[in-house]
């Protein structure tokens, strides 16, 4: 089935530093991909996403790129920020349902 | 920003009690979900709907039931709540025409079954 598997948490990083978030996916067909951020206290919002082999998702200084060839879609930010502490999920749109298959979550934590 | 509801925000309750987890929608979306986030932040889908009089089990079974008799509303329901049933539950929606079928989430229930 399909399934997403992302790098395990907590990340801690000082402010300014390079985030890479590692995510990589099983899939039948060519999915949508997608990373959702879940702030303390609030349900998941859109970071960004790709439909296709290639396209580049943007957003709030962070992006990621639709590796087909590697099946993966790893979250980057070049200087990361205190409030960008959060738990940062990778998602997947099955092709067939519709349905967004999740990553287990990843926990951000950015000191001062 | 997203217009979705969900209430309460939190719910505290004893063993064997029935609750209702309340879930609004004003965008007018046809499909809406209901999610499951256990300690360890992972999501697990149980119940999705893809419109009016449409409830369907999700991929983690769960002794709740959902109903959706009007577009905007998706309440779920657990008849004898248990602590096994503590978790935060997320209700979600989306458009059934959108190319990219984004989610929108509310901001979630956070039960404890005592």
């Known amino acids: 089935g399909n399934s997403v598997t992302q790098m395990e948490g907590p990340v801690t990083l000082s402010e300014e530093a390079f985030l890479t978030i590692n995510c990589t996916y099983t899939?039948?067909?060519?999915?949508?991909l997608f990373w959702y951020v879940q702030y303390p206290g609030e349900g998941l919002q859109l970071l960004l996403k790709a439909t296709k082999a290639d396209d580049k998702g943007s957003n709030k200084g962070f992006e990621a790129t639709y590796r087909k060839e590697t099946t993966s879609f790893h979250l980057e930010k070049g200087s990361v920020q205190v409030s960008d502490s959060a738990v940062y999920f990778c998602a997947l749109r099955e092709v067939n349902t519709g349905k967004l298959i999740f990553g287990q979550g990843t926990t951000l934590q950015v000191k001062p | 920003e997203a217009d979705i509801y969900q209430t309460p925000r939190y719910l505290v309750i004893g063993t064997g009690k029935k609750i209702t987890l309340e879930c609004s929608q004003t965008m007018g979306h046809d499909k809406m979900y209901w999610y499951q986030q256990d300690p360890g932040m992972e999501l697990h889908l149980i119940h999705y709907s893809y419109g009016v009089n449409s409830t369907e089990k999700g991929d983690l079974s769960s002794e709740s039931t959902v109903s959706r008799i009007r577009t905007e509303h998706f309440p779920l329901t657990l008849e004898s709540a248990r602590p096994s049933h503590t978790s935060q539950y997320l209700c979600a929606s989306s458009d059934l025409s959108g190319s990219y079928n984004e989610q929108f989430f509310g901001p979630g229930t956070r039960l404890t079954v005592l």
């Open positions: 899939a039948t067909g060519y999915p949508s």
